[in-house]
């Protein structure tokens, strides 16, 4: 079997033409939607994410503020923006670039932002809404997994689905959502015994590991039909590359993410459909 692609490209222009139309209605009722981002230091591959994020707002009509901080930025004074950010009426959104610097508290910054304008969903109060199936802002990327699985009725219900991820990001989250779905779901990494034999019982995997000299899927790793969602993201000589060696997994598999033009497009989508849900929100509170 040739697997059908997952095509991120369409699934994310329908989120994006859904997202316009919110826009327009917000700013029917004098509410401008903004989208405020903070990066700290000078990784070039974040500084190019933020990039991304700025043109994407654009494209939709969300106004963005763009703060890029020095590496010696100090976690109180990243504390302070954040504060005035919470406090800023015309800011729906916050996302605060990850990683931050070595120096900062993660925790304490993610947990000194608003959850109203957590718009990756990282708040630890918004990490227990997700836990208990009644979050609003959920992270990015896990949740425009579950929007491409759904566009292509694939329903995880009973399935066995292997992540090969644990972060707060991508693994931790995506578990959340693919329970409550109903799919029996393992999580894997670096020190799991018999990975590959956990891979070739799974129904459905979801690889996020993003460095192809530790971990590469190839079909000899998957059992026919599988389908496979890949997160990872790679510059192998000079190229874009995912996960997985898709040529060959793409003659096994059932269902496949590209790399580029699968997943990446839907975390870009989801933040410009969590900002619009956040300002929809704050809007409503605000009138009340
Ligand atoms: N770094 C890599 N992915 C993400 C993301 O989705 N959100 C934030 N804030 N940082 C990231």
Redesign the pocket.
């Known amino acids: 079997m040739v697997a059908r692609l997952i095509d991120g490209k369409v699934v994310s222009v329908d989120i994006k033409s859904r997202v316009i139309r919110a826009v327009q209605e917000l700013k029917a009722m004098g509410v401008e939607p903004c989208l405020a981002t903070v990066l700290v230091g000078d990784d070039p591959a974040?500084a190019t994410?933020i990039e991304s994020k700025h043109k994407d707002a654009k494209e939709v009509g969300i106004v963005t503020r763009d703060h890029r901080l020095a590496a010696t930025f100090k976690q109180k004074e990243l504390r302070e923006l954040v504060q005035l950010l919470n406090n800023d009426p015309e800011v729906h959104g916050i996302?605060?670039?990850?990683?931050l610097p070595s120096h900062i508290d993660e925790f304490d910054i993610l947990s000194s932002l608003s959850p109203l304008k957590d718009v990756?969903g990282?708040t630890p109060y918004n990490v227990g809404m997700l836990q208990s199936g009644i979050a609003v802002l959920k992270?990015?990327?896990p949740s425009g997994i579950m929007e491409l699985l759904d566009y292509y009725k694939i329903d995880v219900a009973g399935m066995d689905v292997v992540i090969v991820n644990r972060s707060n990001?991508v693994g931790k989250p995506l578990l959340i959502l693919l329970l409550e779905r109903d799919a029996t779901v393992t999580i894997c990494h670096s020190k799991t015994k018999d990975l590959n034999e956990k891979l070739r019982s799974a129904d459905l995997i979801v690889t996020a590991v993003g460095n192809r000299r530790r971990f590469t899927l190839t079909a000899n790793m998957i059992k026919e039909d599988v389908v496979v969602i890949d997160v990872g993201i790679t510059r192998l000589n000079g190229k874009l590359t995912g996960d997985l060696d898709f040529d060959s997994v793409k003659q096994k598999a059932s269902w496949i993410t590209p790399v580029p033009g699968g997943v990446g497009l839907m975390?870009r989508a989801m933040?410009l459909k969590n900002t619009v849900a956040a300002a929809a929100f704050i809007t409503r509170e605000m009138s009340k």
Request: negative net charge; charged residues 5%.
């Open positions: 974040s994410y996302l605060v670039q990850l990683p990756d990282l992270p990015c990327t990001l975390t933040l």
